[in-house]
């Protein structure tokens, strides 16, 4: 159906089968799905590439895997670049990745020119990523923008939690970003300042066709992970506290075996819980061994720890793990989203999450889960025990909690919006997207002023527009006469 020829160029190109979007009526409704299908329909064969840096692990390439199937199924022509690296690049991309999220580290310029720019320049030599719209997900690929070799509306889509980003990283990204036609962000705190470029808020979404996200009895959940049970010696009757992500520092699964430890001694007698730990490593992160080691000496020789790594039949065992778990924990220091938050509540657990980053989009304190943050470890303990403990109170919870995700956070919901973009950047639709985040940009008001081949607003609109900016600028000269 669609033409692959950029398959040829060096690098990855990850192809994808449409699906039937009618399979997704019974998750979000008749009405939603038919306006999905109107926006979709002046774009239709119309290219929207995305880049990111992997294909596996990690939420961008769990939700790209959902994203190309979709829009392609709405006849959209949906690609999938992932840039190659080698592992000095993955090294300095990772530095990125703490030093956005606030977490201090020294980095060289030998590695920002050598690792990470000529890298870039490598993936873009004899590529072009060409799209109508083009959307580049993280910093990892950022600065592809400014080697002349992608094409189209090209957008920055931020996963992470970059309040209190590094001054020293942001100063070096923020002239790439600023060349951007947009950038998307999960929460406004997100946005930083000094971005010259519109601003959209758009939250990820989880696929409720995959096989991680599909309900199962208890039944057959726990014929799903029988296999692993009997690896890890795990006893399913026991109530279990679980925990899933990626090994990394700001997961703060130290910080879950200390809340858990803290729990054991206060627990109902003869309720004897485990505590699950699932982890795997992205193939961009080249810090999960040596977090996974420390999170191991965390949990010590304690028989009631489970440390699970790199599973078989990793899906299914994640859903299946989800949906008999008495509790699930994720209390990260710093978090774009957490679409692991996501996909606990989908399976009708309710959550222990951190004031951090996207997870009180998600949890709200009292009615699907409880708001801790992430090192009051006896809050921690007393929100697992309440869940252990009180079965009534995590069945209310847990449908709840299921609720706000199929309001909020399915797949549909969120290529609505990048749809609506989509419109919005190609010029089919003049209105602002009412998730945008900023007012007039630098660059919008300089087209005001000196005019560009096609503007996005209505004439009158325009002229308001510019009576404002006028009323606004300060000019220092005469009035002409
Ligand atoms: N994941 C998985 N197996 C694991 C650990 C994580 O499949 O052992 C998946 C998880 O289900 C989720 C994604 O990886 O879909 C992690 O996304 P999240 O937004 O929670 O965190 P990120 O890794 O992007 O920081």
Known sequence: MFDDRSRKYSNQYVPLNP???????????????????????????KVWANVNSTFVGGGVAEMLQSVIPFVRGL????????VEGSDDFFTVTKKFHNLLQGIDQPIT???????????????????????????????QPAAIIMNGNVYGHILWRCHIDTSNASRRIWRFLLPYINQFEGAIFTAPEFAKNNLQIPTYEVCPSIDPLRKKNKHRSRKEALKVLEDVFNEYNIDPARPIVLAVS???????????????????????????????????SATDDPEGSKIYEEVKAAAGDDKDIYLLLN??????????????????????????????????????????????????????????????????????????QTFIEDKNLRDE???????????????????????????????IDNKIPDFRMNKLTYKEISQALYGRTVWPFSTNDLKKRIEAIWEGLDLECSDPK
């Open 19 to 45: 699906v039937d979007i009618n399979l997704y009526e019974p998750f979000i409704g008749k009405e939603a799905l038919e306006q999905i299908k109107f926006l979709a329909k002046p774009l239709y064969k």
């Open 75 to 82: 006849g959209i022509d949906g690609r999938w670049f992932v």
């Open 109 to 139: 310029l030998e590695e920002i020119f050598h690792a990470y720019l000529d890298t870039i320049d490598e993936n873009t030599k004899n590529v072009k990523v060409v799209g109508h719209m083009v959307t580049v997900h993280d910093p």
């Open 246 to 280: 990626r090994y990394d520092i700001h997961k703060n699964q130290v910080g879950i075996i200390k809340a858990f430890k803290l729990m054991k001694q206060k627990a109902a007698r003869g309720k004897h819980p485990i505590l699950v730990i699932m982890g795997n």
């Open 397 to 427: 919870f847990g449908k709840s909690a299921r609720e706000h995700v199929r309001q909020n956070f399915l797949l549909p919901h969120m290529v609505t919006k990048e749809l609506i973009l989509m419109r919005y950047h190609l010029e």
């Open 311 to 384: 599973v078989k039949n990793n899906d299914e065992v994640v859903g299946a793990l989800m949906s008999i778990a008495d509790c699930f924990v994720h209390i990260s220091t710093k978090e774009g989203f957490g679409l692991v938050v996501t996909e606990a509540m989908w399976q009708g657990t309710p959550v222990i999450g951190s004031k951090v980053g996207g997870i009180p989009k998600q949890v709200m304190h009292g009615s699907n889960g409880f708001l801790v943050a992430p090192y009051e470890f006896e809050q921690i303990a007393k929100g697992m």
